[in-house]
């Protein structure tokens, strides 16, 4: 176990797992022994993992139907301003055709929908992050090839360093590791 270092205040505790399983068990028991505050790394995906974390959250597809909402408004909006201010006569058509707005408005339902699905997955996974805490943890790089990570985050409710560190323990992880960060200068 590291010395925490001066000015560093404690972001949770990291317990690692060497088989998918495990990670699924372990975040069962937090979730069950009231954690809420977790999250879990893994090198692919593990399908049980979502419901064992109790990930429930779907703003994603209410932000996409919203940004092709606006987009639709506006395309129509746009055409339908412009041939009232504007004027043109062709060949006898009406100043209202509605038939010939619907390609732009089309259009443009999808791309504000793709942006508004894009960067509100930024903005709601906090992207980009050139620094984590996580990334300070020497084995943490496992993440990506074959070991599996649970942290509890020391803003959770039932947080409590050595209750919290015996709890990880006691799913015979390969090891339990403290995560801090520098506060940074106000």
Do not use: C
């Not at 049980?48 to 932000?63: D, R």
């Amino acid at each position: 176990m590291r010395e925490p270092r001066p000015g560093s205040v404690t972001f949770g505790l990291l317990a690692e797992f060497d088989r998918p399983d495990r990670l699924v068990e372990a975040a069962n028991r937090a979730r069950k022994a009231g954690f809420r505050a977790m999250e879990a790394y893994s090198p692919y995906p593990v399908h049980e993992l979502t419901e064992a974390l109790g990930f429930e959250e779907n703003i994603v597809p209410w932000l996409t139907v919203a940004g092709g909402a606006a987009g639709a408004a506006v395309g129509y909006g746009l055409q339908l301003y412009t041939n009232y201010a504007y004027p043109i006569e062709i060949g006898g058509r009406p100043l209202f055709a509605w038939q010939s707005f619907v390609l732009i408005t089309f259009e443009l339902t999808v791309l504000f929908a793709v942006l508004a699905a894009i960067f509100g997955m930024l903005l709601l996974n906090r992207l980009p992050r050139l620094h984590h805490p996580l990334f300070d943890i020497e084995s943490f790089h496992l993440a990506s090839s074959d070991k599996f990570f649970l942290v509890i985050f020391s803003n959770d409710g039932r947080y409590h360093p050595k209750r919290t560190r015996a709890f990880l323990t006691s799913l015979k992880p390969v090891r339990v590791e403290a995560v801090e960060h520098t506060e940074q200068p106000e």
